[in-house]
């Protein structure tokens, strides 16, 4: 009960700063269509390369002044203590998932600006697969792995978006 009482705050917590990137990846589509449909190949991946810059930079600040400051979030939502522990170790490995989810948001708006949405949508499947089954082990502690609980449930959630990452970036 408890954990799952902690994982939705804590999710829409992280996702917080995370929209603010999401809104700005959103124009990359446009800016790659256009240059894509001039026949400027270079500048689509400069744009999604500067997206992805920026969003990291972007993180990196996020990261140094939120993580520090976790406790204190939750303990500001008024959530119980055995429920907010809970929280931050979720949200807190939420935040490094989020910033690897930049570099999922920038190429996955470039392969759709370059007319190759397939490319997308079997990132997307390969990494909810992996983030399914990640989760079945870490969350439970299946096939000799430790039982993580919530922190597993991040890290199921990381690895899917990292998984994701690797098969864009090696398209």
């Not at 809104?23 to 992805?52: D, E, H, K, M, P």
């Not at 522990?85 to 600006?113: D, K, Q």
């Not at 792995?145 to 090696?170: C, K, Q, R, S, Y």
């Amino acid at each position: 009960t408890d954990a799952l009482a902690a994982v939705l705050p804590a999710g829409a917590a992280s996702f917080v700063p995370a929209s603010f990137v999401l809104g700005v990846t959103t124009c990359l589509n446009t800016f790659v269509s256009q240059n894509f449909g001039r026949g400027n190949l270079r500048a689509c991946s400069s744009y999604c390369w500067q997206i992805i810059y920026m969003g990291l930079a972007y993180f990196a600040v996020v990261i140094v002044l939120v993580w520090p400051n976790a406790p204190l979030i939750f303990k500001i939502m008024g959530q119980p203590s055995d429920v907010a522990v809970l929280e931050v170790v979720y949200f807190r490995i939420m935040l490094y998932a989020h910033a690897m989810a930049i570099i999922l948001w920038a190429c996955s708006h470039f392969f759709m600006g370059i007319h190759r949405p397939r490319v997308t949508m079997y990132a997307a499947l390969t990494g909810h697969f992996v983030n399914v089954v990640c989760n079945y082990v870490l969350i439970f502690g299946k096939f000799g792995f430790p039982m993580l609980g919530v922190a597993g449930a991040a890290w199921g959630t990381f690895i899917g978006i990292t998984v994701e990452v690797v098969i864009f970036m090696a398209v």
